[in-house]
């Protein structure tokens, strides 16, 4: 899920990342690494079955049940 980032905490995370000890940075930088492999893993998983991707692909095509802004609103994202 990628949750929009308007420009004035945009700032304000590039002034605290700025701000951060080197170890702190180093470890930032390795969780992010770790969290971007992991959706690059789940998403290679779910490509790797020819059945899931036709399943993925007519659900992205689908017009039926509800929008990802209603489920934002329901789990409060």
């Known amino acids: 899920m990628i949750t929009p980032v308007n420009p004035q905490e945009r700032t304000r995370l ?3 990342i700025d701000e951060l000890p080197p170890r702190q940075l180093d470890l930032i930088y390795r969780l992010v690494e770790e969290l971007m492999e992991r959706d690059q893993d789940e998403t290679e998983y779910l490509l790797s ?4 991707k036709e ?3 007519a659900a992205r095509e689908s017009d039926q049940g509800i929008s990802i802004e209603a489920v934002h609103e329901k789990l409060g994202i």
């Open 14 to 16: 590039h002034q605290w």
């Open 49 to 52: 079955s020819s059945r899931m």
């Open 55 to 57: 399943r993925l692909l």
